[in-house]
């Protein structure tokens, strides 16, 4: 299901910059650690799902995944850097092409997101495949989201050029989460931190939705007053806790997996 990227006419651009800071390699690392406890999570589609991130210094910049690689292959060294017109300017092999097309648009489009990550992960896709809006408020952890997520309803079939990126991100608008109907979801976030954890806790809120809607009785959502308020309270926190969050995985990592920092 993966499909590769026409390459850009013209040759990359020189840049006489610093693409080997320890804040880049910093970002090389993380970003491989959420890929490979994406991995172990099952959140991953063989190879066909895609984590970016901004260049740290480097705002026109991303780091993204390889074609051909699954998350749990990725290493620091194997992820590229790409510029927004298709160049890949460090790393060895090129990315996948909806990978660019859907990163490459929002990360443009949408300076704040500092990192994207898009998933095709069971229980969240799930959610896109159903009627109405994806979460009901019915559990604390979907609180986490509240007020944050949008649905984009036209599913137009793979993202193979600019356009689809431009109209995905634009359906995105100010929201963190976009569930993307029929295909999965796309979460955003300042940083990688955060990103790996809502895209984990999506999950997590998703998955427990779907097992007390498969009991066949009626949910009870929280009343809208106390979900805001959660929410508001979550948010506060989520910074310093999602920071500990990504350590605790790179901890985890370095037991059982340490070669993500290579």
Same mark, same amino acid.
């Given at each position: 299901?993966a499909?590769?990227?026409?390459?850009?006419a013209?040759p990359a651009p020189?840049?006489?910059?610093?693409?080997?800071?320890?804040?880049i390699q910093?970002?090389?690392v993380d970003?491989?650690?959420?890929l490979?406890?994406?991995a172990?999570?099952?959140?991953?589609?063989?190879i066909c799902?895609?984590f970016s991130?901004?260049?740290p210094?480097?705002?026109?910049?991303f780091?993204?995944? *390889?074609? &051909?690689? #699954? %998350?749990a292959e990725a290493?620091?060294?194997?992820l590229?850097?790409?510029?927004?017109? +298709?160049?890949? $300017?460090?790393?060895?092999g090129?990315?996948?092409?909806?990978?660019?097309?859907?990163?490459?648009?929002?990360?443009k489009r949408?300076? *704040?997101v &500092?990192a #994207? %990550?898009h998933?095709?992960?069971?229980?969240a896709?799930?959610?896109?495949?159903?009627? +109405?809006e994806p $979460?009901v408020w019915?559990?604390?952890?979907?609180?986490?989201?509240?007020?944050?997520?949008v649905v984009?309803?036209?599913?137009?079939g793979?993202?193979?050029?600019n356009?689809?990126g431009d109209?995905?991100?634009?359906?995105?608008?100010e929201?963190?989460i976009v569930?993307?109907r029929?295909?999965?979801?796309?979460?955003?976030?300042?940083?990688?931190a955060?990103?790996?954890?809502?895209?984990y806790?999506l999950?997590?809120?998703a998955?427990v939705?779907l097992?007390?809607?498969?009991?066949?009785?009626?949910?009870?959502p929280?009343?809208k007053?106390?979900?805001?308020r959660t929410?508001?309270?979550?948010?506060?926190g989520?910074?310093e806790?999602?920071?500990?969050h990504?350590?605790?995985?790179?901890?985890?990592?370095?037991?059982?997996?340490?070669?993500f920092r290579?």
């Amino acid at each position: 299901m993966a499909h590769e990227m026409q390459k850009p006419a013209a040759p990359a651009p020189l840049r006489n910059v610093d693409l080997g800071t320890d804040a880049i390699q910093l970002a090389r690392v993380d970003l491989a650690a959420t890929l490979r406890m994406a991995a172990r999570y099952g959140l991953e589609e063989g190879i066909c799902n895609h984590f970016s991130a901004v260049v740290p210094g480097h705002p026109d910049l991303f780091l993204v995944n *390889r074609l &051909g690689d #699954a %998350f749990a292959e990725a290493r620091a060294s194997s992820l590229l850097i790409c510029d927004f017109d +298709g160049h890949v $300017l460090q790393g060895d092999g090129e990315p996948e092409a909806t990978a660019f097309y859907i990163h490459a648009r929002l990360h443009k489009r949408h300076p *704040r997101v &500092g990192a #994207a %990550f898009h998933t095709h992960m069971p229980n969240a896709t799930a959610l896109t495949m159903i009627e +109405g809006e994806p $979460l009901v408020w019915a559990g604390q952890t979907a609180l986490k989201f509240y007020g944050r997520t949008v649905v984009d309803e036209a599913y137009n079939g793979l993202a193979l050029d600019n356009a689809e990126g431009d109209r995905i991100a634009e359906a995105m608008g100010e929201a963190d989460i976009v569930f993307m109907r029929n295909h999965g979801v796309m979460v955003c976030a300042p940083n990688i931190a955060e990103a790996w954890d809502d895209l984990y806790y999506l999950e997590r809120a998703a998955e427990v939705q779907l097992k007390a809607m498969s009991s066949g009785r009626p949910l009870i959502p929280v009343a809208k007053e106390l979900a805001e308020r959660t929410a508001r309270l979550m948010r506060e926190g989520d910074p310093e806790s999602a920071r500990m969050h990504l350590e605790s995985i790179k901890r985890q990592l370095d037991l059982t997996s340490p070669g993500f920092r290579d």
